[in-house]
């Protein structure tokens, strides 16, 4: 609980590397996550060579933790281990939906939360990338990841380089509703969003990117509906690639 209160992202790693016994035993360890059936519909592609951390970079959109950490993990939704092992002991798998994508990706997703949650008791320093779905395509491409295996989350990890402060987070009354989902009205917005808002360093975040509200900054720069819509395309392609639809 210490570590996850005071957990922070780390983009700047040092050049101590990450010991194989140490990273193998974090893999392990973090098997115990729930999975759907007992099934572990997931499968991690493991990063360390230079050359290969380059060519991932773009997809990243070049974010420089991904050459600048020893170690890049990437969690992939996987159903073609399973659908193997079925075809092999004569049963007939039917995996190849959207809903088995959601099981698999779901999996993967409490797999490298477990494992990030490790990792940072040890004293590694993790980043999570957001921007695997967004380029799956070329991800898949580099990793050469075949028929019904699908990355879904990215992590760079290494010793921490920098101590940055946290970020905020909205309040948990926010987040939780009682019994049944209790609609936000503009006066409860306004009462979660108020402490994000007023903060120095998100207020001069609004001002210098000349917008009136921080709201605008995320729907007008960061997360815009063209982009938003263009890279769904690109998702959706991916997984009628990957045979998820």
């Known amino acids: 609980m210490k570590t996850v209160n005071s957990r922070r992202t780390i983009r700047k790693y040092s050049r ?12 392990e360890q973090a098997e115990r996550t729930p999975t759907m059936g007992n099934l572990q519909l997931y499968s991690v592609v493991i990063t360390h060579d230079t050359a290969m951390k380059a060519k991932l970079a773009p997809p990243h959109f070049n974010q420089p933790m991904v050459e600048g950490a020893p170690v890049v993990l990437t969690f992939c939704a996987d159903f073609r281990r399973t659908t193997l092992w079925a075809e092999n002991r004569k ?8 809903l088995s994508f959601l099981n ?3 999996d993967a997703l409490l797999y490298c939360q477990t494992f990030c949650n490790l990792a940072e008791e040890e004293g590694l320093g993790t980043c999570f990338l957001g921007t695997t779905l967004y380029n799956p395509r070329a991800i898949i491409e580099v990793l050469q990841l075949p028929r019904l295996v699908m990355p879904v989350a990215t992590i760079t990890l290494g010793w ?10 909205l309040p948990v009354d926010s987040l939780v509703h009682d019994e049944t989902y209790c609609d936000y009205t503009p006066d ?3 009462r979660f969003y108020a402490e994000k808002e007023n903060l120095e360093a998100n207020r001069h975040f609004v001002e ?7 709201a605008q900054v995320f729907t007008d720069l960061r997360y815009t509906k063209r982009d938003n819509e263009a890279m769904s ?9 990957q045979g998820f639809l």
């Open 208 to 214: 210098l990117n000349g917008k009136e509200t921080l």
């Open 188 to 190: 409860r917005i306004d």
């Open 16 to 27: 101590k590397i990450v010991p194989e016994n140490l990273l193998r035993t974090l893999l």
């Open 160 to 169: 921490p380089d920098e101590h940055p402060a946290q970020p905020d987070r």
């Open 233 to 241: 395309a690109g998702l959706l392609d991916a997984l009628r690639q």
């Open 91 to 98: 049963a007939a798998p039917g995996y190849d939906n959207f």
């Open 104 to 106: 698999a990706a779901t």
